[in-house]
């Protein structure tokens, strides 16, 4: 009896391992935990049954894979759940969070620091609630050093770029006065060697300056302008074009195609094109041929796709969280030394290959078309090859190189000197 009674605890054990997930003590030895193994629980009673786990079909439709502190003590929930699910968690003090599912995967920001952490989790698709379960959580704690907010509807934001989101990071009056002399005197001597060339600034938003309805509550704006705001005031005071991507973006922000990635902290594909297409519209007005190709040219391919940087920064593996997404080739015929360049690390993963970072430069021989100079960050890994079919020379300075050595910038008398940045990354270019 003695050994009978000795399995059933060590069974008890075994099952208590595998609803919870983190570094901290008891991390299951499978990396998907399954709500299969739990109990469904009655919403009157969010504790977990103290009877033996029933061997059920898991009716909630949602499973736990991950969890993961973002900002202490709020805490990511990441887990799959049925297609256009809304997913819903509550602590046992009773704080709930909702949250819009993205192509049958969710995420929750929930809050605790006096671990396991109780959560229950259910979804209401189709009209109705499943029934709910409760889990016994041990968020890991990240070791990349690399903050990460977990927004509202499955959306995740790099901690750098909430700053500009918060407008915590104005620039004064002096400092725009700074940027536009720079760029005044560098457009004069780009144009010593040809009289129309052109300054272009892209500043990519961050996801939280586009979609700030998912931004979390406590990250309050403060009145006034951004530092985005006051810095394209400063290069167009300066003579340069700028391309106000919010503007561009606010149309689409519902599109089927993302603007961003849910799981990574880049723009997409579809975002990129978008800048494309405001970018070659202001060209073509000088460059007919540079008329931007149509969406049609383009193949795009949707599918899941591992996920980026913001799983690995919150110590997370980011090949076993997938990511919906479009990856974009040309349909059309375009310059093989373009097109032979691969953009991405995989098939199957939309981070930026080493091959787009380099310093690179492409002649199509096409004279009808002009030639730039493009310095950019690592958002211009989406807007790469598109970029470049348009011209007929390309000098990519490489990624994160924004120096300007204006013997070297000038040396083609290029039409158009390129600068694309991340919002969060401006601080960069007032130090260049």
């Not at 799959?80 to 929750?108: I, K, M, N, Y």
């Not at 536009?180 to 780009?190: F, G, N």
């Not at 406590?218 to 167009?236: C, H, I, K, N």
């Amino acid at each position: 009896m003695k050994r009978i009674i000795s399995v059933i605890a060590l069974c008890f054990l075994i099952l208590s391992l595998l609803v919870s997930c983190g570094k901290n003590g008891g991390e299951s030895s499978s990396p998907e935990p399954s709500a299969g193994d739990l109990s469904p629980e009655p919403r009157s009673e969010p504790e977990e049954s103290s009877a033996p786990p029933k061997k059920a079909e898991n009716l909630s439709g949602t499973a736990v894979k991950f969890c993961a502190y973002s900002e202490k003590p709020y805490f990511a929930v990441i887990g799959t759940c049925t297609e256009g699910a809304v997913v819903h968690g509550e602590t046992a003090d009773g704080e709930r969070v909702d949250s819009q599912s993205w192509h049958g995967w969710f995420s929750l920001r929930m809050k605790g620091d006096s671990l396991p952490v109780k959560v229950t989790i259910w979804e209401t698709a189709n009209g109705s609630d499943s029934e709910p379960y409760t889990y016994s959580l041990r968020p890991r704690t990240p070791d990349s050093g690399t903050g990460v907010v977990t927004g509202k509807n499955t959306q995740f934001f790099y901690q750098k770029a909430l700053p500009d989101y918060q407008r915590k990071n104005v620039i004064g009056d002096k400092a725009v006065e700074n940027i536009a002399e720079k760029v005044k005197t560098r457009l004069s001597y780009l144009r010593e060697k040809n009289e129309n060339a052109e300054m272009i600034y892209i500043i990519v938003p961050s996801a939280a300056t586009a979609y700030p309805e998912n931004v979390p509550d406590e990250y309050t704006v403060q009145p006034g302008p951004s530092r985005m705001d006051r810095f394209l005031e400063a290069v167009r005071k300066g003579g340069a074009y700028a391309i106000d991507l919010r503007e561009v973006f606010e149309p689409h922000k519902y599109d089927e195609m993302p603007l961003f990635q849910h799981f990574d902290s880049h723009w997409t594909d579809y975002g990129a094109y978008l800048a494309y297409e405001a970018l070659f519209d202001h060209i073509s007005e000088r460059f007919p041929a540079a008329k931007p190709l149509p969406l049609d040219a383009f193949d795009w391919n949707p599918d899941f796709y591992e996920s980026g940087d913001m799983p690995m920064y919150l110590s997370l593996p980011p090949e076993q969280v997938m990511d919906y997404g479009y990856y974009r080739k040309f349909a059309v015929d375009a310059p093989k030394q373009i097109t032979d360049v691969i953009r991405y690390r995989r098939e199957n993963n939309l981070v930026y290959s080493e091959a787009v970072t380099q310093q690179r430069r492409f002649d199509t021989g096409r004279p009808e078309l002009p030639t730039c100079v493009v310095l950019r960050d690592s958002f211009g890994a989406q807007i790469y090859d598109i970029l470049a079919e348009r011209m007929n020379i390309t000098d990519y300075r490489g990624m994160w190189n924004y120096s300007w050595v204006t013997a070297e910038i000038t040396a083609d008398s290029p039409d158009y000197v390129i600068i694309l940045v991340a919002e969060w990354n401006l601080t960069t270019l007032m130090g260049t």
